[in-house]
């Protein structure tokens, strides 16, 4: 029996080994990441441009490549200890079923009531809303795990949360609205009549389905045109990666407990915020030369951004009124074909993860098609107990098949991926699989051209 056959199946630490600061590998990278441009001169955006939408002091964090650590702030650490630590999970149990010699463990987020990782942003942004005096704050939903996150952080801090919700999400998933109702959120579908930007899309299509970058357009545009409110966004952002760097502290913390450490780190990618998080404190370790995981980012097919995007500058949105990011981007303007995993469903990649890969030190993106995810996701159903959320089966898929190749190769490798949310509100999707008429979309290079034919044009900064 070796030593690690000791290793428990679940690992919290305790509420005082919650980390005390967020870890910020911007203050590591060797390349920054390039600067977020003005859309209208092109010039890097500076804390002047930023805090009509954000909050100041995200803005502070969203421009800081300075400090590795920033301190959570007490309130935020109170609140996280109403669902924190999260727990670190051996998957014995699957591994049995694989019969793989490798150790497989994962980060479970799915613990709260919102349902998934987005809460560990959510509450930070409402309370530095809160502290700035703010009335209230925007945002928009896809699939509505972010609108639920932040519609508790707001409910907590009683500040008025406005959420855009993607049309055809809010007519498919209609519990997540009650549970941001519940909490006191004003929900909109969008593309809707409140704002300048929706009406525009409805002229033009009365019947719009909305996309995530439309209803991002909706929430700035309110938030900078509303007395005492500013807008809020669940990824992408270099803001939210500090915040999601809890994930990867405590992991890496829970592993070190058993003189663990991963050979292979898998996380899904939507916009890259858990993925960023969960890998940040290895990454700083594959920086220094320390250490060399792999990491692995999984997205899904029918939205391959890594995969198959190109690493330009776009806007963050569909009605082009955001800053620039250089980024792995399918453009603005691509609408995936409709696929279970809502919340990969954007255009775009975190900035900071587009430039690790960029530079190679975040390994490997892999696009995988649903109907394999969802295998993949009821074989973990069934053998570890846990129904995963769509987008946290991405990393589950993957996360298989690495251990299938340790069985074949004998090797011993220790596999650690983010287990980001829980599938309860997600049995749509499910149902759809079990009787067989789930479909896999995946893009021609048609409709991948007609995106990248919208990226702006920056040839006067390049
Ligand atoms: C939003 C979401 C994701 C994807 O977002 P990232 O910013 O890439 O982490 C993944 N899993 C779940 C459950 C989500 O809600």
């Known amino acids: 029996m070796s030593e ?25 990278m060797k390349t920054a990441h390039r600067p977020i441009l003005h859309p209208g001169t092109h010039k890097p955006v500076t804390e002047d441009d930023l805090r009509p939408v954000f909050c100041d002091e995200l803005v502070r964090q969203e421009l800081n490549d300075k400090d ?20 670190l ?4 149990f699957l591994e049995r079923v694989l019969q793989t010699p490798a150790r497989i463990y994962y980060k479970y987020e799915g613990g709260n009531t919102s349902g998934s990782h ?22 928009e939903t896809g699939a509505g795990q972010w609108g639920a996150a932040l519609s508790m952080a707001c409910g907590y801090f009683d500040l008025d949360c406005r959420v855009y919700m993607v049309r055809i999400s809010a007519e498919q998933k209609p519990y997540r609205k009650i549970i941001m109702e519940t909490y006191g959120a004003n929900v909109t579908p969008s593309p809707s009549n409140t704002t300048n930007i929706g009406r525009k899309m409805l002229k033009e299509n009365p019947n719009a389905t909305g996309s995530l970058g439309c209803a991002i357009s909706e929430a700035v545009e309110v938030a900078v045109s509303t007395d005492g409110y500013r807008y809020t966004l669940g990824s992408v952002l270099n803001q939210v990666l500090i915040h999601q760097s809890v994930i990867g502290l405590e992991a890496k913390a829970a592993l070190a407990k058993y003189g663990e450490y991963p050979d292979i780190l898998i996380g899904c ?26 990491f692995i980012a999984v997205e899904p097919a029918s939205c391959p951004s890594m995969t198959r995007g190109k690493f330009a500058y776009d806007f963050c949105d569909t009605g082009m009124l955001t800053p620039l990011a250089k980024m792995y981007t399918l453009g603005a303007s691509f609408i995936p074909s409709s696929n279970h995993a809502g919340g990969l469903r954007y255009h775009g990649m975190s900035p900071i993860l587009s430039q690790l890969y960029h530079d190679g030190y975040l390994d490997e993106a892999r696009a995988v098609e649903q109907t394999d995810v969802f295998e993949a996701a009821k074989l973990f159903a069934k053998s570890e ?45 499910y149902a759809q699989h079990n009787d067989g008429v789930m479909e896999d979309y995946i893009p021609t290079d048609e409709d991948l051209a007609r995106g990248f034919a919208g990226l702006p044009d920056v040839s006067d900064v390049e």
């Open 89 to 92: 999970i051996r998957a014995r």
């Open 385 to 429: 107990g846990l129904l995963p959320a769509p987008e946290s089966a991405h990393a589950i898929r993957v996360a298989v098949d690495e251990a299938l190749k340790c069985k074949e190769s004998g090797e011993e490798k220790t596999i650690l991926f983010g287990l980001t949310g829980t599938g309860y509100f997600d049995l749509t999707a």
């Open 68 to 87: 590795s650590y920033i301190e959570i702030p007490a309130p935020v650490l109170d609140f996280y200890r109403m669902y924190r630590p999260s727990p």
């Open 269 to 294: 990618a939507g916009g890259g915020s858990n993925l960023g998080g969960l890998m940040a404190p290895f990454m700083a370790d594959k920086l220094a030369g320390k250490r060399s995981p792999r």
């Open 118 to 139: 987005k809460l560990n942003s959510a509450i930070a942004q409402a309370y530095y809303a809160k502290t700035q005096g703010l009335k209230g704050v925007t945002t």
């Open 4 to 28: 690690k056959d000791n290793i428990p199946y679940k690992t919290y630490l305790t509420e005082e080994e919650i980390p005390k600061a967020w870890y910020n590998i911007r203050a590591e």
